[in-house]
């Protein structure tokens, strides 16, 4: 990989940004739909053909000790996709540097189609630096990385877009205009459903921004706290939970509007209805970080399955409550989620 990006030439357009899309078949054969999926077996024909466009942050997490955990709320969701054997197409920057190059050969190990990783020739791949202060972990999201600046001029060719049939994307990608921008023009130019991941990251967010983004969704997933505090609420209240969410869904004219509450559960507000889920039991915790993202992950894949909304939250609070056993937001097992494929029946 290493050389491969040395020889590589500048493609038309910003000096600063290098593409894969020639050469993808070449160095990464797992981009063909037709190639072994991670576990050695052929996508399944129905699975393999579900295109989730994902958008938003790739990056590592550095902790005091010197480790770093792979992650960014979009990049899990792409992650437990490919493991469901769908085909997402991750758009995201990464830095011109060996981050960056350890997040290709990551995906590309994984089955997970690069061609909308956009190289940045100046930014750094994306980089979260935690921090003890009284024995309390604190996290620094660093600024102006190289998924703050995924361009317009920089995407896939149309005829790869055109296949996508849902699009995913969170909101911390989306603190910088440009970013913001190329979003944007790909929901004018795909006009697929839109499913949106709220997480609020201080300081990178504001209410009217989020507001914004999440006005007219077909899909949003928050998680208590940040539905108050998004519609500028104490978060420690005694406010009954559904009246303000169902005021929030109509407010914002969101069409199904998912709403976590940890270990109380979840529940939905659609046209239809008001669904809920209580949490699976997990006897032996071992690992939070990520299982929110799992949850998006299920619900995703319930879309392509027009699953009834009920039966989404029950798989999504099952895989979420399996995360939180293992270490990592993101395992690199594929045995595990062809077992809750097989759990699940999951037909194509």
């Known amino acids: 990989m290493c050389n491969f990006l040395r020889n590589l030439s500048l493609s038309p357009g910003p000096t600063w940004l290098l593409r894969f899309r020639e050469f993808a078949l070449l160095t990464n054969p797992e981009m063909d739909p037709s190639h072994p999926s991670p576990n050695g077996r052929k996508t399944p024909e129905g699975r393999g053909r579900f295109r989730p466009l994902i958008f938003g942050e790739a990056l590592f997490d550095h902790f005091p000790d010197g480790s770093r955990v792979l992650g960014g709320a979009p990049f899990n969701v792409a992650w437990h996709l490919r493991g469901f054997k769908a085909n997402p197409l991750m758009v995201s920057a990464v830095g011109r540097d060996g981050e960056g190059r350890e997040i290709l050969d990551r995906m590309a190990s994984w089955g997970m189609d690069r061609s909308g990783i956009q190289i940045h020739q100046t930014r750094p791949t994306g980089r979260v630096t935690a921090h003890l202060e009284s024995d309390q972990p604190t996290y620094h999201i660093e600024s102006e990385q190289a998924y703050d600046a995924v361009g317009i001029e920089g995407l896939p060719p149309d005829s790869d877009l055109n296949r996508a049939a849902v699009l995913y994307h969170g909101s911390l990608g989306l603190r910088e205009a440009g970013a913001a921008e190329t979003l944007i023009h790909l929901k004018d130019r795909l006009k697929i459903p839109v499913f949106v991941d709220v997480n609020l990251r201080d300081p990178w ?109 029950r798989r999504a609070s099952e895989f979420a409550g399996e995360l939180c056993r293992i270490r990592g937001a993101i395992p690199p097992d594929a045995d595990l989620y062809a077992r809750y494929l097989r759990r699940w029946d999951y037909a194509d």
């Open 205 to 313: 967010w504001s209410p009217d921004e989020i507001q914004n983004h999440v006005r007219g969704a077909d899909w949003v997933k928050v998680n208590r706290d940040e539905a108050f505090r998004l519609l500028d609420l104490p978060v420690d209240n005694n406010f009954d939970l559904l009246e303000t969410v169902a005021r929030m869904r109509q407010d914002l004219e969101i069409r199904n509007l998912v709403v976590t509450s940890g270990e109380k559960g979840s529940l939905a507000v659609t046209e239809a209805g008001v669904i809920q889920q209580s949490a699976m039991a997990v006897s032996e915790t071992v690992d939070t970080v990520g299982a929110g993202d799992g949850f998006s992950a299920v619900l995703v894949l319930g879309i392509f399955g027009r699953w009834p909304i009920s039966l989404s939250l």
